[in-house]
């Protein structure tokens, strides 16, 4: 496995990258929030690195730590075939981070979505609004103190069997 | 009395033609589709029961099979579908999601669509083996040559309900 991601991350961004690690050739950075677009682009357009495929991005709750969300971005190098996951820890009071929709045009439905399930906004984002809820729906489910079975129903018949 | 017994004979030729020529409209959601389409198959063949043709259009149906798990999102559309059926009107929940939610118990899935709808027989099975979709389908077959299910029951209360306000009226 190459490590030249993250060599050239580290080297390109020395105080933006928090930290590493390759734990069985599983290349992650965890960066400042602040800085997510500037290290996106720079892994997409380097041409050592090319990071044309972005494969997912979802968010994680570690209720209880602080900061208290974690979004995470996976990205794959068509062309050197290679690698990377990102992270970027977002507080509890202010849940937003750059959006990066326009790096990735590929990222506008996975970032609507961890808007949904956690209520993380990301700023730019062209159209951020809920993806797989409903609009009536209030908060966000996968947040780990939403309740288990908080339904919201839309519609529900009059005389329900016991 | 005479005109009875033969009104009485005519509804059971009827509904002894409707039960074998029964028009299905499938609300396929999930991964309860693929024992669906087992049971429509050759090998299980839904067709020797008069039940072949999916009408994908709920105007055109006797019964709506909910196949699958219903989110709280597609609760309206269900109920839409539903209303739209002619009467008579069976519903069949394919499968425990639809019974009863599943494994479901979150905040996406409804807990049974026999919270939305009314359900005439239910199937369990997670997926339910084609032999019990049949064996659904010919208490389905039952309940239609008996004259019974519960859209003629709401129709019934619905017809008192007239006939009290006509009562009431004059
Ligand atoms: S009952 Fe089982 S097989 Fe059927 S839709 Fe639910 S989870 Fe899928």
């Known amino acids: 496995m190459s490590q030249l991601a993250l060599a050239k991350l580290?080297?390109?961004?020395?105080?933006?990258?928090?930290?590493?690690?390759?734990?069985?050739?599983?290349?992650?950075?965890?960066?400042?929030?602040?800085?997510?677009?500037?290290?996106?682009?720079?892994?997409?357009?380097?041409?050592?690195?090319?990071?044309?495929?972005?494969?997912?991005?979802?968010?994680?709750?570690?209720l209880g730590e602080e900061p208290r969300f974690e979004v995470v971005y996976h990205l794959y190098s068509t062309t050197k075939r290679h690698r990377i996951r990102l992270k970027a820890r977002v507080p509890e009071d202010d849940p937003a981070l750059d959006s990066v929709a326009d790096v990735w045009p590929g990222f506008n439905w996975s970032e609507r979505e961890a808007y949904d399930m956690y209520g993380v906004r990301f700023v730019g984002h062209p159209d951020l609004r809920r993806i797989l809820l409903y609009p009536e729906f209030v908060g966000h489910p996968l947040r780990k103190d939403y309740p288990k079975e908080g339904r919201q129903p839309l519609v529900r018949r009059e005389d329900p069997p016991q | 009395m005479a005109k009875e017994f033969f009104a009485g004979k005519l509804a059971d030729v009827i509904n002894w033609g409707r039960k074998f020529s029964l028009f299905q409209y499938p609300f396929v959601t999930a991964c309860c589709a693929m024992e669906y389409m087992a049971t429509m198959g050759p090998r299980y063949d839904l067709a020797r029961f008069g039940a072949e043709i999916p009408r994908f259009s709920p105007r055109q149906a006797d019964f709506i099979m909910i196949v699958g798990t219903v989110t709280e999102r597609q609760a309206p559309i269900l109920k839409r579908v539903y209303e739209q059926l002619a009467e008579p009107k069976w519903v069949v929940a394919f499968g425990v999601c639809a019974s009863s939610g599943g494994f479901y118990q979150n905040y996406a899935a409804v807990p049974g669509i026999d919270q939305i709808i009314p359900v005439d027989v239910y199937i369990p099975g997670c997926p339910p083996r084609p032999e019990q979709v049949l064996d659904g389908l010919i208490m389905l077959q039952d309940l239609v040559q008996r004259g019974q299910g519960l859209s003629y029951e709401r129709l019934r209360r619905e017809h008192e309900k007239i006939k009290a306000l006509k009562a009431a009226r004059a």
């Open chain 1, 10 to 62: 580290k080297e390109a961004f020395p105080r933006e990258v928090l930290a590493t690690s390759d734990y069985r050739g599983d290349e992650t950075a965890t960066i400042a929030r602040e800085h997510v677009k500037a290290v996106c682009r720079f892994l997409r357009d380097d041409p050592d690195l090319q990071f044309d495929l972005p494969v997912d991005l979802t968010c994680v709750d570690y």
